[in-house]
């Protein structure tokens, strides 16, 4: 269906303005596919980010709540945000394999990028060096916060940029057509009747 789409936008082109308005959003049809795989990954990957500190509050949560970090991931598995969910999943499926939890946990390394590390790497080492998990529960929210306290400042200084182009392309026409358009008809009237 996209392709009909594309080919019919070529087509109304070339009647509406010619064989170079036809070119152009050809050209343009074809950089837009080109980068559709690379836009919808970093949507992806933009998502991940997004969605990881809410699950290792999950984890937090249900670590402190009395579960072991197996059984925590497990529940991440089926409760996790949508975007981490397969990661979590993926390393349930390991742990009934017969891996241990620190070398299982590397499914979320693989699966969800360098964000999911200091999840994998914290949780791993507990687990293998038998370290308490207090420390290391506390040490993992605190990186959780910050992470989110970083997503939200970079999309608070996006904010103005994307604000932007709804402002000038609704007030720039509006302040043209009610300040510059009456000042220029203005002119050329007098122009018009001083030199007839």
Avoid: N, Y
């Amino acid at each position: 269906m996209p392709t009909v789409r594309r080919s019919m936008a070529v087509v109304a082109a070339l009647f509406i303005g010619g064989p170079a308005l036809a070119g152009v959003a050809l050209v343009a049809i074809m950089l837009w596919a080109r980068l559709g795989p690379h836009r919808s990954a970093r949507r992806v990957r933009h998502r991940i980010a997004a969605d990881l500190p809410d699950a290792v509050d999950l984890f937090v949560l249900a670590v402190t709540a009395g579960l072991t970090p197996r059984q925590a991931v497990g529940q991440l598995a089926g409760r996790a945000p949508a975007s981490v969910r397969p990661a979590f999943a993926a390393v349930v499926a390991r742990l009934e394999r017969g891996e241990i939890l620190a070398d299982a946990l590397r499914a979320l390394d693989e699966l969800l990028g360098p964000a999911a590390t200091s999840l994998s790497t914290i949780v791993g080492s507990a687990d293998r060096h038998g370290l308490p998990l207090a420390g290391v529960l506390d040490r993992l929210a605190a990186e959780s916060r910050a992470s989110r306290r970083r997503l939200d400042e970079a999309a608070a200084r996006a904010l103005p940029v994307k604000l932007s182009f709804p402002l000038v392309a609704c007030t720039l026409p509006s302040f043209v057509l009610l300040a510059i358009v009456p000042a220029v008809l203005a002119a050329l009237s007098s122009l018009g009747a001083h030199a007839w």
